[in-house]
């Protein structure tokens, strides 16, 4: 019995009256409510076990790598130092569960992360994968947005908090989980030649964050308590949690530069110096740039992301599994309309995010202004088949090109007939 008129799960065979929500999909495919919530009950799941893997026996540096590879394009360089690092950070916390609450092995150091470069160029999106790849808890944090405890604005220990949130509230699992901390040069004690946004407490919150970084264990507020005062903390041990920090460091590299023009003496030296490398940061570098010598012996590993150049953007555009331009494909083939992006137009794409000079983030905006007028015209039509974004569309607002429906089939019919 084939019951066309009436729409029913795909999954379960409920029909629409049976159930609350029924989504369609392309084609005749539906999903109703309940089995998006048990497809999410297995998502779930599947992070817990993949997250007790990973505590057992982490991933390798090539798998972490690999798994990276389909998300992130290029940052070779912050690609194998992360996926060391965060091997060796998760065979630590293993070896710790393995050898048993009682022995004490041979302590392995905590490493923390520190992610230096450009805006908008991964930096968030490598700990975010990072996090997803490990399946472990996920936090991100604004050190702007951080002050020393007792003054206004957000106490460092409230990224803690956001970590048990995003472990549901599980404080075991948060305490493995990893936590981003953004614009981590913000907080740099004040230069001279910087406009520094906080000199004040920037260096406070260097030092709030000192204990968390090491590994400690912290108290943490419940979020809204209405329990007795004593159970209103949580402890929280940081000892495996991993931090990841990230910024842009401006005026870094002259810092480098200076300091190798100051050591090396003669022709050579000043041959090397001719190009200075972010690649080369040292520790005292950071100290000259303002982070407490204490703040940046806790990271020990530093690595750079790169600016984007024009062939990288349109290979993020395009390649990764989860691209920009396959999103908004997807998003018009719901509506059963094919888009497409020519290569020229995946070009200019690029070529006016480089002028915005915010990494890979300004091609969002760049593809929505182009795509807006066709996004609100398309889905109350049905007579598009196919909408064409070239390069003329991308630079000089032309309309893109709408190929109507009946002209796509008569087409089809005419290939088929010459086939
Ligand atoms: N290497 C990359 N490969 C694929 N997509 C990327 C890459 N870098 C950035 N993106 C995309 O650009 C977005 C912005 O990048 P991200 O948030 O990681 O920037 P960032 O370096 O952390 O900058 P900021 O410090 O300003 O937050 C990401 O969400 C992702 O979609
Ligand atoms: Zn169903």
Not at 213 to 226: A, D, H, I, K, Y
């Amino acid at each position: 019995m084939t019951r066309s008129d009436v729409l029913a799960c795909s999954f379960c065979a409920k029909t629409q009256r049976q159930v609350r929500k029924l989504i369609s999909g392309p084609g005749q495919v539906c999903i109703c409510d309940e089995c998006v919530g048990l497809c999410n009950e297995l998502i779930e799941e599947e992070a817990t076990e993949q997250a007790a893997a990973t505590l057992l026996r982490p991933p390798t540096p090539r798998d972490i790598h690999a798994a990276l590879e389909q998300y992130v394009v290029g940052q070779e360089a912050a690609k194998t130092a992360l996926s060391v690092a965060v091997y060796n950070h998760y065979k630590r916390v293993a070896a710790r569960n393995a050898a048993g609450a009682g022995e004490q092995p041979v302590e392995l150091g905590k490493s923390n992360i520190l992610l230096i470069g450009p805006t908008g160029c991964g930096k968030t999106y490598l700990a975010r994968t990072l996090a997803r790849t490990l399946g472990v808890p996920f936090a991100i944090a604004d050190a702007t947005a951080l002050t020393q405890a007792g003054y206004v604005g957000e106490d460092v220990d409230s990224i803690l908090l956001k970590l048990i949130q995003a472990a549901d509230g599980d404080v075991r699992r948060a305490e493995t989980g990893i936590v981003y901390i953004d614009e981590i040069d913000k907080i740099a004690r004040g230069g001279a030649d910087r406009t520094a946004v906080r000199d004040v407490s920037g260096e406070g919150v260097q030092q709030a964050l000192l204990k968390m970084l090491e590994g400690s264990t912290v108290r943490v507020p419940q979020p809204n308590s209405r329990k007795q005062p004593a159970e209103e903390f949580l402890q929280i041990d940081t000892t495996d949690v991993l931090f990841i920090l990230g910024g842009a460091f401006a005026g870094l590299e002259e810092i480098i530069e200076r300091r190798s023009r100051r050591r090396g003496i003669g022709f050579a030296a000043s041959v090397q110096a001719a190009e200075p490398s972010l690649d080369e940061v040292m520790p005292a570098d950071l100290v000259t740039f303002g982070m407490i010598p204490e703040f940046v012996g806790r990271l020990p590993i530093v690595t750079t992301v790169r600016p984007f150049d024009r062939a990288t953007l349109m290979r993020i555009l395009t390649e990764p599994r989860n691209a920009l331009i396959k999103q908004y494909q997807l998003l018009f083939e719901l509506d059963g309309v094919e888009l497409e992006v020519t290569t020229d137009a995946v070009a200019a794409i690029a070529e006016q995010a480089l002028l915005r000079r915010t990494g890979a983030r300004a091609t969002r905006a760049i593809l929505e202004e182009i795509l807006l007028h066709v996004m609100y015209e398309v889905p109350s039509r049905d007579d598009v088949a196919r909408v064409v974004i070239d390069r003329a569309t991308v630079l000089d607002n032309v309309n893109p090109t709408l190929v109507p429906r009946d002209h796509a089939a008569r087409r089809r019919a005419r290939r088929a007939d010459t086939a």
